[in-house]
């Protein structure tokens, strides 16, 4: 898909003709999920856009890391080295733009409404703050009312 998007961005290509790898799969959604892990731990610590800039950089940590164990194989599935920017061919500084926007997407979008999934019962869920006044616990039961009206898996606010 990025890579489509790309070739149109850059050659104005209405085919969007793409290449992926199955690696891409474990690369990028593994990636994500320690993204989430940094959304937990920054979100009151610092303000979007420096998390954004957070995201960014570990992306590209993580893209080169596994490229480079990948590369050891022969099986690294991307080349930057045709780009002007690149380093070891791994990754590319003309990606930062794109990385920093998907990475805002990924976290105003996907990180936020995947952490109110619910799929179990009790109070620790990753997103809710815990409350210790009484207020907290009606807020509780009315959010588990809504759940349970609703389809059982979506956290009600």
Not at 31 to 37: M, Y
Request: hydrophobic content about 40%; glycine content about 8%; charged content about 20%.
């Amino acid at each position: 898909m990025f890579t489509a998007a790309w070739e149109f961005v850059v050659n104005c290509n209405w085919k969007f003709p793409g290449v992926t790898s199955v690696w891409a799969l474990f690369i990028y959604g593994t990636c994500i999920l320690i993204v989430e892990r940094m959304y937990l731990k920054l979100r009151g610590r610092c303000p979007v856009l420096l998390r954004c800039l957070i995201y960014t950089l570990w992306t590209y940590l993580w893209e080169f890391g596994t490229g480079l164990l990948l590369r050891q194989f022969d099986a690294c599935p991307w080349d930057y080295s045709q780009f002007r920017y690149n380093f070891m061919g791994l990754i590319t500084a003309e990606y930062a733009v794109p990385w920093f926007c998907a990475s805002f997407i990924v976290e105003r979008l996907v990180i936020r409404n995947t952490l109110r999934l619910r799929f179990h019962e009790g109070p620790e869920d990753g997103w809710s703050q815990h409350c210790s006044d009484a207020g907290g616990g009606r807020r509780r039961e009315r959010s588990r009312r809504v759940r349970n009206d609703a389809n059982g898996y979506l956290k009600g606010e």
